[in-house]
């Protein structure tokens, strides 16, 4: 199965993560805390842009205190929405309006 952009999506529908390599820093564990092990992956953009979230690789490794953590605390982590939303424009060659039709949001005018 493929994303519409023909990226392999795996058994639960998600593409490669496009945020963990931007800037050309590289990922090999938690997003957060670098721990290895059991990793969960947490999509950057939830509710209803979840899905789309999965499909665009918009989506970081978290370990389980980590991912509870982000749960938990409901934090709207801008700067990571930021990062992704630099990502996508970038991979997928979008304008920010074509980001904003997607996602509902310019997150790059968001102050930290």
Not at 3 to 14: A, V
Not at 48 to 76: F, V
């Amino acid at each position: 199965m493929k994303s519409m952009y023909g990226e392999p999506l795996d058994s639960n529908g998600y593409a490669p993560s496009i945020v963990l390599n931007v800037c050309d820093i590289t990922y090999d564990g938690c997003y957060v805390c670098g721990c290895g092990g059991d990793l969960a992956r947490h999509e950057i953009f939830p509710g209803p842009y979840r899905q789309k979230s999965k499909e665009y690789g918009l989506w970081i490794p978290l370990c389980p205190d980590c991912h509870r953590m982000a749960h938990e605390t409901k934090n709207d982590m801008d700067a990571l929405k930021k990062r992704a939303q630099i990502a996508a424009m970038g991979k997928y060659g979008w304008s920010t309006k074509d980001f904003v039709r997607e996602f509902g949001k310019n997150y790059l005018q968001t102050i930290i």
